[in-house]
C-alpha cells in the first residue's frame, strides 16, 4: 500500500487541499530493515515548522515513532485505524507476507513487536506530548480492532477519539469522504 492508493485515489489529499491546507503525503520506506530507517525516511519530508501529522494503519507506528524522535516537529498527532498488534492470525498473515519479501526473521520481529502499536512499547506511547486524537475504524475488522483504539485511550487519557470511518482504500469509504474531511481538517485547524 502506498500513500497514492491510501490517500490520493480516495480523494483525501485533494479533499484536505481544496480546505485550503498543505498536505505531504510521503510514501513509508521501502522494506525498511527496522523503525529507526522508516524515521529516518520520513524525517526529511517534515518543514522544520511544527505540522499536524495524519496517520493511517500501520503508518501509526511510524508517525509514532517520529513523534517520539522528534516531538518539536509533530504540533498534533491523527492516529487512524490504528493496525491492531499482537492478534495471532494478523501477525501470522503479516508475518508470511513480510517473509514472502525476503524479510529476515530478526526485521519482521522488530517490526512486529510492540504493545498497543506495533514497534512501540505502551512506555513510549505515554510520553508523548503534543495532543493525539485517534480515529477508528467502523467497521471494525481484524487489522484495525477496536481493542486497539481502546488501549491508545488508556495509554493515553488525554487523547480524543474521532467519529469512526472506514479506510480509504474500501469500497465504501467514498460515501464517508466528505464527513472524513470535516473531521480531519477540523483535528488539523486546531
Known amino acids: 500500500m502506498d500513500a497514492d492508493r491510501f490517500w490520493t485515489l480516495p480523494g483525501v489529499t485533494g479533499g484536505i487541499r481544496r480546505e485550503g491546507f498543505t498536505v505531504l503525503a510521503p510514501n513509508r520506506l521501502y522494506r525498511p530493515p527496522d523503525w529507526d530507517a ?3 525516511h520520513l524525517a526529511a519530508f517534515l518543514p522544520e515548522q511544527p505540522v499536524a501529522v495524519i496517520a493511517g494503519s500501520n503508518g501509526c507506528s511510524a508517525a509514532v515513532r517520529l513523534a517520539l524522535a522528534l ?15 499482537g492478534d495471532s492470525t494478523v501477525d501470522s498473515h503479516t508475518r ?8 529476515s526473521d530478526q526485521n519482521i520481529r522488530a517490526l512486529l513487536n510492540g504493545q498497543t502499536l506495533r514497534g512501540v512499547t505502551d512506555n513510549e506511547l505515554a510520553t508523548l506530548t503534543m495532543p493525539v486524537s485517534v480515529l477508528p475504524s467502523a467497521p471494525e475488522n481484524p487489522f484495525h480492532q477496536r481493542r486497539t483504539v481502546d488501549s491508545l485511550r488508556r495509554v493515553l487519557p488525554a487523547s480524543e477519539e474521532l467519529p469512526g470511518f472506514p479506510e480509504p482504500p474500501r469500497p465504501d469509504f467514498p460515501s464517508h469522504l466528505d464527513r472524513f474531511l470535516a473531521s480531519i481538517t477540523k483535528f488539523a485547524d486546531r
Open 96 to 103: 508470511a507476507g513480510l517473509a514472502a519479501l525476503g524479510a
Open 71 to 85: 516531538p518539536n516537529r509533530i504540533a498534533r498527532l491523527l492516529l487512524a485505524w490504528p493496525a491492531t498488534a
Open 38 to 40: 522508516e524515521i529516518e
